[in-house]
């Protein structure tokens, strides 16, 4: 009786230990070394091209800097929960790239080391990019290349209907009912409920002069009205409230769509059909003479504050060599891309043409964070609440974003 | 009693010198004499040692429970009273807010459409699935060439994976290109395309008919599971009384199959209540919120919002209502058993 009892109860005391093991086996602390041989690095290109082409950007830093990293790269939609996770663990990296519409939230937290501690020398960037990266008059964060928004028109489907590209909103509608024939549709772009919508709202709502801190106001609601126009008159699909950019995308390359709103990022894809000629211009403005303003898309990279300043100046200096002027081009070059700094604009486009009118966009777009801050996110809400409400006819484009607002 | 507990509880133990004929001197011993130290403590220590082994033989499953149900419940409880936000994990500061994030969850205006597209979303769910599932599982009954390989087939949405299925879906239901429409207009029962997911009126049926398609696997596999036990005999008496088709259906299958109908029908809502992947990849809660259920608004306020305290809250209610089916189904359950 008494062996079998005793190895019974050393059996489950055993069947206790993996548990009670594992609570202890996170890794040890690394401690404020005066020599950084490595650095960890947290971003979100986990798909080629993207991912190969900004290694080659890291790797050339590394090698400059004599340091040897440590790459982990994230799908998008989690790297703020990754991020939050990690600082809640204490394990942040070394080396953190976000979003440029998160790194003011994520400033505010407390998470984030300003650049100017390791005088990190951030003139000559476009303003609106730096807008983007300073939270209270510190700057976080710099971004080596950025993109926008922009019109993609089908070159042979416009000479076929003698269409010119658009420049104003009568010329864009009017363009699209005349380029919509049969299943193809004149104009294609996102009006989808999550941030991706409002982002492709924002250069028709700014443009306009409206204002994200007055969502209520006249100028916002004409932009509302021009999209409710193009999908009520049949010269955009309905189906505009479910497709993300990559859709839009889609809906252009497989001949569906004349024209669409979307960014520089889609030129890989777009080159992968070599039959489709296509160009691209500003966004239209509703009346000549308006400036066309568009939103900064592009991804900032930051020094988390991670105890260890050895560490963290490290790798601030490797931030600023990421945005080096020969790496900005290298990365804008390969990923058609606008490269941040304003100098390198006419070699950048003699370089790649197709990106003209889009580096002429970036010179005067805007931060989508550079007025709101951190209440930003509440208004990209109310924005795509109110998209979905006016294109699902259940709200006047004036009372969709009274009702959107309203909570 | 005392004595023979005690000569139980010795010989258990091997029958060290102790003096049946007089338990109290053995008692009054136990300090001086070795031998009966002996004899009285092991009993005293062998139940502690008796309750220490089972009680670690209950400590992993108990561990387990706590550490991974009982923890995240109870945090998530405490969450939906903080203000509990991005900046909490960088400073480790969330503060009491009390009801705060249940009066901004009844006070929001989402709250009371999801709560009826919750309902709408279940019972609509529930229903297309039942029945289905229920003709499928009769239909299967009957032996025929390749039957089997059908029955294996119809388990065939429930092994893909969700994200996959609502992606395939999507462009299935889409308006302009979708294959559904194409087929109703090529057969004439449609002149128009359907708006499946553009329109706020249909977006909640399309997210419903899909979610039916998912179900139907786990009902006609344990509906079919429940007629298996029911014996032929009853079938072959009922047919020499003249009760074939519908008759032997409503006055055999039926009253058989009554346990196994309420469990499905329980289970089915426990799991339906908080189906999230499917909604979030077909709409994502649109067009102009028409498809918001309670467990799109918990998933969107905690990680599109990142207002992880509002999250929980509404986290927690749709526990509580999931609860009450659960606990439903946990009787009937019991019910079962006792007949």
Redesign the interface.
Known sequence: MKTPRRIASLTALAALAPLALAGCSSGGGAGDGGDVDSLSIVDYYNNDPDKSLVQAALDRCAADLGVSINRETVPGKDLIQKVLQRASSKTLPDVLMLDNPDVQEIAATGGLSPLSTYNVDTSGFADGILEAATYEGEVYGLAPTVNTLGIYYNKDLLQAAGVQPPTTWEELKAAAAKLTEGDRYGVAFSGIATYEGSWQFLPFMWSNGGDETDLTSPKVSQALSLWQDLVTGGSASASVINWSQADVKDQFVAGKAAMMVNGPWQIPALRKSPDLAWDSVKIPVREAGQESVAPLGGEVWTVPETGNKAKQAKAAEFVECISSDENQLALAEARFTVPTRTALAGEYVSRVPEMASFTEQVATARSRTGKLGEAWPEAATVIYDAIQLALTGKASPADAFKQASAG | MNRTQDVQGTT???GVGVHPERPGVAEGAAAREPGATNAVAPRGRKVT??A??RL??V??AG?FLV?FFGYPVVKNITMSLQDYT???????EAPWVGLANYATVVN???FGPAMVNTALFTIGSIAGQFVIGLALACFFRRRFPLSNFLRAMLLLPWLLPLIVSSATW?SIL????GILNQFLTSLGIISQPV?W????TVALIAVVMVNIWVGIPFNVTIIYGGLQDIPDELYEAAALDGATGWRAFRHITWPNLQPVVSVVLVLGVVYTIKVLDIILGL????????TQTLSIRSYQES????EFGVGAAFSNILILISLVFAVIYLRANRRAVDE
């Open positions: 258990a133990e091997g040692r008796e220490v082994t670690l033989f400590a992993p561990l550490l991005t900046k909490t994990f960088f400073t480790g929001s205006n989402l999507r889409d308006q302009d290109s708006p997911l553009t329109s706020p709409t994502n809660g649109g067009p102009a919120n028409a990680f599109t919002n990142f």
